[in-house]
């Protein structure tokens, strides 16, 4: 019973992403993921693919057979050496050739093509995200976008006796650091740590209790993002139903800040 109310709030923080967000559910068996790269090489490979025909045609004139694998070595480097946010929004440049990983939603709804690029994204929401082959730990949902996960979030119901200080010690004990996916800059950006009363998040993390921790809602607040973010915030800090309270600052601080 105890297990089937916290499975029970990852489906209601699923089912909000989906709903409200436009996040798509994919099992974690459905995906590609590949750990030593840290990616779902494959998705990622064909979203450049397709989004961009005519560039990614230049680029196989140049690397021929080998395009995929340039392409792929190219992006690690790139990532290593200005980072991930920096990939994101500039996008990949090799021998003269620049493709995009991302389309963000655009400022006016007025261009089709831009639309329809951002529409092209692959919105992933992810449970149980295996994101080793060192051992046969799982993250209890990850975000990605195009084969590259962006969001890390560990749940925790206090109807098993746990929370938000059981999901941070998670985080600084059982991930490791030097893991890919947990190197800062390299593949997650930001990390929420999640009960039925309060959400936290970090974008770096350290070994022990050296991770710094922000309240979300708090955070969110403070910076003023949009008139409508808070007065969903409002909304939901009045509702009687915590996992509300939870999700739709989470959905709404991803949207407007990771996108």
Known sequence: MLENREVRFEKDIEASLIDEGGWESVAFKDTNYDPQHGLDVSLLLSFVQETQPKVWKRYVRIYREDAEAKFIKRFIEEVNTHGLLHVLRKGIRDRGVTLKVIYFRPVSSLSYENIEQFEANHFQ??????????????????????????????????????????????????????????????????????????????????????TSYLLIKVQMEQDKLVERGIHIIKKATQQHTCGNKCYIVISLWILSNAL
Do not use: W
Request: hydrophobic share 40%; with cysteine; aromatic share 12%.
């Open 125 to 210: 929401c992810i449970r149980q995200f295996a994101y080793s082959n060192n051992n046969r730990n799982t993250i209890d949902m990850v975000l990605a976008v195009n084969g590259i996960p962006l969001v890390a979030l560990e749940l925790k119901n206090q109807y098993t006796g746990q929370n938000v200080e059981h999901a941070k010690v998670q985080f600084e004990n059982d991930r490791e650091p030097n893991e890919i996916v947990f190197q800062f800059n390299r593949r997650f950006l930001v990390y929420f740590a999640v009960d039925h009363f309060e959400v936290f998040m970090t974008t770096k993390l350290k070994k022990t209790k050296h």
